[in-house]
C-alpha cells in the first residue's frame, strides 16, 4: 500500500514539473513522456484538477472531438519553492509608500548589482561552461528550475554558445505587483559574467513559460578576475 501511494505521488508531482517546464500538455502527451497508461495519467489529472493544482481548456483538434490541454493554476506554481516573496513583497510596499517608485527603481537597481557581484565571485575565473554550469546551480539552490543547453556551433571557428532557461520564477508574486524587478535581471547576468554577451530570449512577464538568457563569449575577451572587495 506504502508504495502505490508513493509511486502515486510521485507521478503527480512529475505531472506538475513537466507542464510547468513545458506550459500545457494533453493527457496523451503527458501518458508518453512519463511512459505510463493514458487511463493512469486520466486519473492524476483529474485529482490534480480536484486539488486546484491544474486546469484545463477544450481545443479543437481536426473533424474530431475538442481535446484537453492541461496547464499549471497559480495554486500548482505555489507547489514550487519560492523564497523570496514574503520579504521582497514588504520591502517593495513599504519603499514605495516612503521614498516614491523612483527611488526605489534606485534602490532595486543597487540591490541587482550586489547579487551580480556574489554570483562573479561565486564563478570565479573559470571557462564558461564551468561558470554557467556553476550559476545554473546557484539559481536552483535559490527556488530557480533552471535549465543549461549548449547550442551547435555556427561554424568551426564560433565561440560556444550556451542558454540558461528558467522554468520557475523565485520572485513570480513580486514580479506580478512590480514588473521593473524582471527589467535588471538581464543587467544582473551581464555584469555577473563581463567578458560575456548576454541577451534575454524568453520572458515570463510576457506570457511565455520560461525566461530564457543567451550566453556568449566577446570576440577577443577572456574571463575577468573576480572582485576582491570583502562582503
Known amino acids: 500500500m506504502t508504495r502505490a501511494t508513493t509511486q502515486h505521488s510521485s ?10 517546464k513545458y ?9 508518453e513522456a512519463l511512459k505510463i497508461s493514458p487511463q493512469a495519467i486520466r486519473r492524476h489529472l483529474k485529482d490534480l484538477e480536484g486539488e486546484n493544482l491544474i486546469q484545463h481548456r477544450s481545443v479543437q483538434a481536426g473533424m474530431g472531438r475538442p481535446q484537453h490541454v492541461y496547464e499549471l493554476t497559480s495554486a500548482g506554481r505555489e507547489r514550487f519553492p519560492n523564497h523570496y516573496d514574503e520579504f521582497a513583497v514588504s520591502l517593495l510596499d513599504t519603499l514605495a509608500e516612503t521614498v516614491g517608485q523612483d527611488e526605489m527603481g534606485k534602490v532595486l537597481g543597487k540591490q541587482w548589482k550586489r547579487k551580480a557581484e556574489f554570483y562573479r565571485q561565486k564563478l570565479g575565473r573559470a571557462p564558461l561552461r564551468e561558470r554557467v554550469e556553476h550559476l545554473v546551480e546557484l539559481r536552483r539552490v535559490e527556488g530557480y528550475m533552471a535549465e543549461l543547453m549548449e547550442l551547435e556551433a555556427e561554424d568551426d571557428n564560433a565561440k560556444p554558445r550556451f542558454v540558461v532557461a528558467e522554468y520557475n520564477c523565485a520572485i513570480s ?3 506580478e505587483s512590480f514588473p521593473s524587478v524582471c527589467g535588471h535581471e538581464l543587467d544582473m547576468f551581464t555584469r555577473a559574467l563581463p567578458d ?10 510576457n506570457g511565455e513559460n520560461r525566461c530564457g538568457y543567451l ?11 573576480p572582485s576582491h572587495r570583502s562582503q
Open 11 to 20: 507521478t503527480k508531482g512529475d505531472i506538475l514539473q513537466y507542464l510547468l
Open 23 to 31: 506550459g500545457q500538455a494533453k493527457a496523451q502527451t503527458l501518458a
Open 173 to 175: 508574486n513580486v514580479a
Open 196 to 205: 560575456c554577451h548576454v541577451r534575454r530570449t524568453h520572458w515570463m512577464i
Open 215 to 225: 550566453i556568449q563569449l566577446k570576440e577577443g575577451d577572456e574571463p575577468s578576475p
